[in-house]
């Protein structure tokens, strides 16, 4: 397959020190790295289409949800008085889902009301220190499963996991993959300018796994 154009064009996140090019490639050093995993956040929301049911309400902001690191909600500061989609943004922490219990029963009252408050957000990034996965993420996975939330981690296997959307680190740039399997599976749609960005997608469609 022919080496594609990395840059995301139009990928633009207005900062406190300016406008900034996003580039998938990311390479300069002055551009901490939460501040890329923050701006691709924030402009996966423009390629990915979710069900009517799930927006319905105009007056309703678009809700990204975190899980496993407060100190990242700084770099979503930016975001929060912008519009996407002609929605505002809502930013949330998420707290206590690290580390739950290995087994909830599917009846445990706590349990059943941790997981439909995941599926208030539109978009749920679980922050992985040193690309180290969060102890609960295949069982938050799991309980998603079938639900129109955009999932995003920075982990190995997790897209193997029913995952949709993992950033990779690859020396200075920043690149990403997509199981676009699992956001069929949850009534999402991934714009096929977003597809062609990723480093490697899995797809329902394929016969195999697409690789840039």
């Not at 349990?111 to 957000?121: A, D, R």
């Not at 079938?146 to 200075?172: A, C, D, Q, Y």
Request: proline share 4%; aromatic share 8%.
């Amino acid at each position: 397959m022919k080496t594609k154009v990395y840059i995301l064009a139009g990928f633009v996140l207005t900062l406190p020190v300016g406008l900034l090019a996003l580039q998938a490639r990311a390479e300069s050093a002055s551009l901490p790295e939460d501040t890329i995993k923050a701006a691709f956040l924030y402009n996966f929301i423009n390629f990915v289409d979710w069900p009517q049911a799930k927006i319905a309400d105009s007056n309703q902001p678009i809700t990204i949800g975190v899980i496993g690191s407060r100190d990242f909600l700084k770099f979503l500061e930016p975001i929060k008085q912008k519009k996407n989609k002609g929605r505002k943004i809502a930013v949330r922490y998420l707290s206590g889902y690290e580390k739950l219990k290995k087994s909830p029963k599917a009846d445990d009252p706590q349990w059943s009301k941790k997981i439909e408050t995941l599926k208030t957000c539109h978009v749920l990034f679980l922050y992985a220190y040193d690309f180290k996965p969060i102890e609960s993420s295949d069982r938050i996975i799991k309980a998603l499963k079938g639900s129109p939330v955009l999932t995003v981690s920075e982990t190995g296997g997790f897209l193997e996991s029913g995952g949709m959307i993992n950033f990779l680190r690859e020396g200075k740039k920043a690149r990403f993959e997509i199981n676009n399997r699992a956001a069929r599976q949850a009534t999402l749609k991934i714009r096929s300018k977003l597809l062609r960005l990723a480093k490697r997608v899995i797809d329902e469609e394929a016969s195999d796994e697409t690789r840039n």
